[in-house]
């Protein structure tokens, strides 16, 4: 078996896990936002409804869903942690990219973040 390390296989990213602040918006939104309504989760990142909740070190975005959602020991949280689910913003931090957690996949979005 050959393995590529050059090609980045190998390499661990850090990602942020944004998640949204449940106490700060209304059931409808919250609705919305388990059901990836992307324009709902773009008003609610801009008015801050999300919050930072936590780091982890993963292979890609398959992998960082799967740590943070069965191995929350290998998660630096930050505030509140919960599971990944749907309405979750994944961001590399590396690259700057920002996922959304959608019922199949994931979404590439664009938001204004600060990491």
Known sequence: MVIN???????????????????????GVAYEISRSN????????????????????????NDAFMIGNVQHEKVEKIDKFYSISCGDIIIDCDFKSAHLVAPLGFKCIRINCNI
Request: net charge neutral; no cysteine.
């Open 38 to 61: 992307e324009d709902v989760i773009k008003d609610a990142w801009d008015n801050g409804h999300y919050r930072k909740a936590g780091y982890l070190l993963a292979k890609n975005l």
């Open 5 to 27: 390390i050059f090609m980045g296989e190998n390499k661990m990213q850090k990602y942020l896990i944004l998640q949204p602040n449940q106490g700060a918006i209304s059931d």
